[in-house]
């Protein structure tokens, strides 16, 4: 199978919303998926767009994606946040999650990203051996931080 790259364009919405239902579907956790195409269309490629869509496609569509952001470290400058590698379930161990990654890893030296961040679960096995094949740093000391949206509204100084 033939994997070519290419940005995502608005028209890829809706399979990309359908590939990160899958992905949330996999993490067990399909409950929280709550973005809606209309907020990916105007977050994605509106006028200010916070989070860029790297495509894997083949001639039967979307194969993968990876999404991530442009953030910025008070000690490091400029970085990549690579939300997440999203590859179709019949379509993994194919070679395309490292495609998407190293396409990603491509765009932090475009970009002059002193850093790529990303999250994985501690149970994602296959995902965490797939990142040790890169020499990444799985830190473990790092406790991760939230408010979630329901904490937000109802937030009172």
Not at 12 to 28: H, M
Not at 94 to 104: D, P, R
Request: charged content about 25%; some cysteine.
């Amino acid at each position: 199978m033939e994997i070519k790259l290419r940005h995502a364009v608005r028209e890829d919405l809706p399979e990309v919303l359908s590939c990160i239902k899958e992905l949330a579907l996999y993490e067990r956790a399909p409950q929280e998926v709550t973005v809606t195409l209309e907020e990916l269309e105007r977050d994605g490629f509106g006028a200010q767009p916070l989070f860029e869509i790297i495509l894997a496609t083949s001639d039967d569509g979307i194969a993968g994606l990876a999404f991530y952001y442009h953030s910025y470290s008070t000690w490091k400058g400029r970085c990549i946040y690579l939300e997440d590698i999203i590859v179709r379930e019949p379509l993994r161990g194919q070679g395309i999650g490292k495609v998407l990654f190293n396409a990603v890893v491509k765009r932090c030296k475009e970009v002059g990203a002193k850093r790529m961040a990303w999250q994985v679960l501690d149970w994602n096995e296959p995902a965490i051996n797939f990142y040790k094949k890169y020499n990444a740093v799985l830190d473990s000391t790092w406790v991760n931080g939230k408010l979630t949206h329901e904490q937000i509204l109802a937030f009172e100084e």
